[in-house]
């Protein structure tokens, strides 16, 4: 035998130990339902979502590539869609409104590392959970992170690279920059 086909035996028998394991089963359904293409994906994905989250309205579209943790503690309205390859992670606690749309590579993280006690690690000052709260008619804009503890409130704007970070944000204001800031209003 020649050592390619040797190599492609190793992964067949790799791949009939994961099929064995219920977990590594999971995470094949997990992964197949992410990556699979077109509306049918996009469907497939907003049910399968919606029945995991703490709560999911109605019309929920979930685009290819989006990542959740703790997705027990995610709260979606009414005809939300979530772009692709976003990345939520949920642990502190997320809330996204009624018609909420992101674009492709957005990022709302609800838990950040301690790193207040220079005497210690950072890896030993455990993390602090800061629910984000996202209201109705907000659009998120591509790559844009919302930091732990962000309330957005109905109409925002965020446009495409924003960190947005914690601070009083008022209806319809349009976002932009690092740190985020109100560079104007809708109209």
Not at 9 to 17: A, D, N, P, S, V
Not at 115 to 126: C, P
Not at 127 to 156: T, Y
């Amino acid at each position: 035998k020649d050592m390619s086909e040797y190599s492609f035996m190793r992964i067949l028998k790799r791949f009939y130990w994961d099929l064995l394991d219920p977990d590594e089963r999971k995470y094949l359904l997990y992964y197949s339902i992410a990556q699979f293409p077109g509306l049918t994906g996009d469907f497939i994905r907003g049910r399968f979502v919606a029945k995991r989250v703490k709560s999911a309205g109605s019309g929920l579209i979930v685009q290819s590539g989006t990542r959740f943790r703790s997705i027990e503690n995610l709260i979606l309205g009414n005809n939300v869609v979530i772009g692709y390859d976003n990345f939520i992670q949920a642990y502190g606690g997320v809330r996204i409104g009624n018609n909420v749309m992101t674009a492709p590579g957005v990022k709302i993280w609800s838990v950040n590392h301690n790193f207040e006690d220079k005497n210690s690690l950072i890896a030993d000052q455990g993390v602090k959970k800061a629910e984000v709260i996202i209201g109705d008619d907000v659009w998120i804009s591509s790559n844009a992170f919302i930091l732990p503890g962000v309330v957005l409130p109905d109409g925002v704007v965020v446009s495409a690279g924003s960190v947005v970070g914690i601070k009083a944000y008022n209806p319809y204001a349009i976002l932009a920059g690092n740190p985020a800031r109100v560079i104007g209003l809708r109209r």
